[in-house]
């Protein structure tokens, strides 16, 4: 039976993400209306007990909370360019980057809505699972986060990161590129024993707990940020490193694979050892990128 005096939430967007979410909060007790541009998606939920909208502008004038779950950001503005905002508590859990979540803030708060932007880190399985460590990063609004924390809470674990609209997706790309970056890290480990008398079984298990060792190494690369000193108690300097690599790259020749998920990083080292800074371990790789950028930014390719 639908708990009353939970706060009714409406939802736009019934894909595999939203469907998710939907059926987090009405197992809570959470009265939903829901809208999809594909009807089907919504009414599957219509049996679970959700309200299904005719219209976003019906779905939005239903409820304060406003939960929306769409492709993308240009999806959201087509959604609710014709609903009355007024009023609302906007949470676009729509994936974009920080510039999209700061532009829709100021879209939104001009349409008399407050506004969180969000960032999911999780997959739809994870979606009202508590042990599955799901969490959803929410910036924007501190008194929309703080009045809706709880119902926020119910699908994943909520993380406000700060009033700057676009910290959300700061967050959530910084962790997805950092996942990228190991990704292709293992994917190389596997190609290299791809063709020996190697089990992948036997491999997997050697590469979860290395990989688990060396990954404080995020917490000493934040303290040599935040310190300006990346020489200090270095075990491994990038003049080490730099030639540590030829034999990752010779190996990788001996076992016909290419090394193209490696040689851009190799590169940047090797870079930042050519302007002098061979007693350092790799964190002045994080300025490189940033001062790289800003030149091709301030002077783009013809």
Known sequence: MT?????????????AMGAALAHAWLAAGHPVTVWNRTPARAEALAAEGATVAASAAEAVAANRLVIVCLLDDA??????????????????????????????????EARGARFLDAGIMAVPPMIGVPESGAYVFYSGSADLFEEHRETLA????????????GFAALHDVAL???????????L??????????????DLAPLLVSWLGAMAPMALQTAERLESGEYTEGVVSNLAMQVAGNATLLRTAHEQGVT?????????????????????????????LLASRAAALTANPPA
């Open 259 to 287: 090394p193209e998920l490696l040689t851009p990083y190799m590169a940047l080292l090797e870079r930042r050892l050519a302007d002098g800074h061979g007693d350092e371990d790799p964190t002045g790789v994080v300025d």
């Open 154 to 165: 119910v699908p994943a674990g909520a993380v406000y990161v700060g009033a700057d609209a």
């Open 3 to 15: 708990d009353n005096t939970r706060s009714p939430i409406t939802l736009l967007g019934a894909g």
């Open 75 to 108: 999806s959201v503005g087509e959604a609710l360019e014709s609903a009355g905002l007024a009023g609302r508590d906007l949470v676009n859990l729509t994936t974009g980057t920080p510039a999209q979540g700061r532009a829709r803030a100021a879209w939104a």
């Open 188 to 201: 190389h480990a596997f190609a290299l024993i791809r063709r020996e008398d190697v089990a992948p079984s």
């Open 176 to 186: 997805l590129s950092a996942m990228s970056g190991m990704f292709a890290g293992i």
